[in-house]
T-cell receptor, first 114, second 114 residues
């Protein structure tokens, strides 16, 4: 059974600081997604990582994937208040079993303080 | 495109009543997913369809829950009879065939069973 674990689950940080959210998963997968959710809102897709060593960046967020270690990271550079939200990683099926089914981590709630 | 459209956005119902949640996926998407989000259990996949056919309903909590997809542009999730523990946000999501394609989420249906 595929399990996805994120840490930390809660992160309070000062504006301007850097930090990393970790996403570990238990079985082989070839797809990893990062989503953002604001309170009371839907999930917004941030990144789709498809191969070992994949790195994607958008603004102050950078995501990477190490399929051998079964680990993805979401790095936040020089945080700003607008980044306050809950971030989820989600892991999908592998190869021929690629069905689009995603299993989500618990989410990391990020609070950026002025 | 209007995105994934869900209705109702909010519903308050009494225990024992039937609840029907509706979803219109993005046109051209082959996969449709129903997720449930609660504080205690996070995001859980309930069921998903491929080309209108249910593929995996192992996440459906019990027989009180049922889902249908009569055509490519419409799906329902029904709870009968509803119970207070069913209170949650129910998200519908859709995706196009292809391993790297993003899953897009609707705005969610906020269900409260009293």
């Amino acid at each position: 059974e595929l399990k996805v674990e994120q840490n930390p689950l809660f992160l309070s940080m000062q504006e301007g600081k850097n930090y990393t959210i970790y996403c570990n998963y238990s079985t082989t997968s070839d797809r990893l997604y990062w989503y953002r959710q604001d309170p009371g809102k839907s999930l917004e897709s941030l990144f789709v990582l498809l191969s070992n060593g994949a790195v994607k960046q958008e603004g102050r967020l950078m995501a990477s994937l190490d399929t051998k270690a079964r680990l993805s990271t979401l790095h936040i550079t020089a945080a700003v208040h607008d980044l306050s939200a809950t971030y989820f990683c989600a892991v999908g099926g592998y190869g021929s079993s690629n069905t689009g089914k995603l299993i989500f981590g618990q989410g990391t709630t990020l609070q950026v303080k002025p | 495109d209007a995105g994934v459209i869900q209705s109702p956005r909010h519903e308050v119902t009494e225990m024992g009543q039937e609840v029907t949640l509706r979803c219109k996926p993005i046109s051209g998407h082959d996969y449709l997913f129903w997720y449930r989000q609660t504080m205690m259990r996070g995001l859980e996949l309930l069921i998903y369809f491929n080309n209108n056919v249910p593929i995996d309903d192992s996440g459906m909590p019990e027989d009180r829950f049922s889902a249908k997809m009569p055509n490519a542009s419409f799906s329902t999730l029904k709870i009968q009879p509803s119970e207070p523990r069913d209170s949650a946000v129910y998200f519908c999501a859709s995706r196009q065939q292809g391993g790297g394609n993003t899953i897009y989420f609707g705005e969610g249906s906020w269900l409260t069973v009293v």
